[in-house]
């Protein structure tokens, strides 16, 4: 071939739009990417956001779909169903499981405590199914209630069918929803929390190292997950505390491990940054310790007693939660009363909203002028911080984010202070049509009137 038919042919290739195919092959790539990255920091107590990219594209999960096979193994525990020292029985599918895995064999038995660091530590997918058929009795029904749990988190945009990650074209998440996830499992099992930060693992005989280099890396680093598949690309979620803020880092669709470690460690320095040269960027309320909140067996037996709120609380909440439970009535009173009198410190764990709402009562109808605004209230607390983040929660679950809402502080006649939770802005009809909404998330709220800024 001369030299004139080559340049001829290279021009036609050139206006034709073909590619070369390592060309196409990179571009193809690039595009990938694209579609896989997205990443997200956000503190862990108030949800404030310091980083959004792609935040609710929904993204391929991998392994930190395991993140949610922990959170209800967690459940089973705090409900008392499970132990740290009960055993599962390895199944013929889970044992067929592809890597990684810890290579179980058919009847093989392996403890909770050892299947929580298995899947922490070196991300077992046989150790997934066992968890999954130990609690459900099948895959599938276990990747169900992952499904339904996720929506009661507030994880819109999720949708599990499986307990490990493998690849599932249907299996599909989002940055947002990975950290909610993130902040529930920090807030609603803090006494398992500890297993996140766990670097080895030993079964039978071989030590296992942590995939999750950011923990060793990055000052005040202490969990909680990484992923990958062909698919999703390299994931990771991870929670990191310096001077009493903690924040949760979620990234996704990195290209390798060090580009994704890297990328987290820049979005969360550059947060820890933000917040140490502007203090105010979170307020001070939002780093206290939460009030606890009740073990589902306290639960349970309050609702045997009827009692509409849920009320929750530690030793030194004791008092305002009688208050609350009085204002009941006679009928609800003496159960609930008795039932936190019989209650023991065991029957209190971290981190749920303490409803008081009964405590700041609405106004009654009878003094409702022409000229009044109208606003739906879920309920006053005993923190600011829980109160924001009690306002979010049902904001996402009622689909209510684009209303207006509000924490405003009340000083009671013993001279505390309760912050109250509020969607505002509202006519009389939005606010009825709102805390519908709320009430079919399953949350308390009642709609009252206020007076017209004048």
């Not at 405590?113 to 991300?123: G, P, Q, R």
């Not at 979620?237 to 820049?266: E, F, P, W, Y």
């Not at 009363?337 to 029957?347: N, V």
């Not at 009690?390 to 684009?402: N, Q, R």
């Amino acid at each position: 071939m001369n030299f004139s038919l080559r340049c001829v042919l290279a021009i036609l290739v050139l206006f034709s739009g073909l590619t070369l195919p390592a060309t196409e092959a990179a571009a193809k790539s690039r595009r990938s990417h694209v579609n896989k990255y997205a990443a997200f920091v956000m503190d862990s107590d108030s949800g404030d956001v310091f980083f959004s990219r792609y935040a609710d594209s929904k993204r391929y999960p991998a392994s930190l779909t395991k993140m949610m096979t922990l959170y209800l193994l967690f459940e089973e525990l705090e409900s008392g169903r499970l132990t740290l020292e009960s055993e599962f029985t390895v199944s013929a599918r889970a044992a067929a499981q592809p890597a990684s895995k810890l290579g179980l064999r058919v009847g093989d038995k392996i403890s909770v405590e050892d299947a929580i660091k298995a899947i922490v530590v070196n991300s077992a997918n046989d150790v997934a199914v066992v968890i999954a058929e130990g609690i459900s009795g099948s895959e599938w029904r276990f990747a169900q209630k992952m499904t339904a749990e996720a929506r009661t988190l507030g994880m819109r945009n999720t949708q599990y069918r499986n307990a490990s990650g493998l690849p599932n074209s249907r299996q599909t998440t989002t940055a947002r929803d990975l950290a909610t996830l993130s902040q529930r499992l920090i807030q609603d099992f803090p006494q398992y929390f500890y297993f996140f930060d766990t670097l080895s693992f030993t079964w039978n005989g071989r030590t296992y190292q942590t995939h999750n280099r950011v923990v060793k890396t990055f000052d005040g680093a202490d969990g909680l997950k990484t992923g990958y598949t062909s698919r999703s690309g390299f994931n990771l979620a991870t929670t990191a505390q310096r001077d009493g803020v903690r924040l949760i880092g979620i990234v996704l669709g990195g290209r390798s491990v060090r580009t994704r470690d890297n990328h987290m460690k820049k979005i969360l320095g550059e947060a820890f940054s933000d917040i140490k040269a502007k203090p105010t960027l979170i307020a001070a309320l939002h780093r206290e310790t939460p009030t606890p909140r009740m073990k589902p067996t306290l639960i349970a037996a309050l609702a045997e007693q009827n009692s509409v709120p849920t009320i929750a609380g530690n030793e030194a909440m004791r008092g305002e939660i009688k208050i609350a439970a009085a204002s009941l009535g006679p009928t609800s009173d003496d159960g609930i009363s008795a039932l936190i009198a019989a209650a023991d410190s065991d029957d209190f764990n971290e981190f749920e909203r303490v409803k008081l709402s009964a405590v700041d009562d609405p106004v009654g109808e009878g003094d409702i002028a022409d000229d009044m605004l109208w606003s739906v209230q879920i309920g006053a607390f005993t923190t600011k911080s829980m109160a924001q983040r009690e306002l979010e929660t049902a904001a996402i679950a009622a689909k209510l984010s684009d209303r207006s809402r509000i924490v405003s502080p009340t000083t009671r006649e013993d001279g505390t202070t309760l912050y109250r939770a509020r969607f505002t802005n509202l006519n009389e009809d939005d606010a009825v049509a709102a805390c519908n909404q709320i009430k079919a998330a399953h949350l308390a709220c009642f709609a009252m009137s206020e007076a017209k800024a004048q």
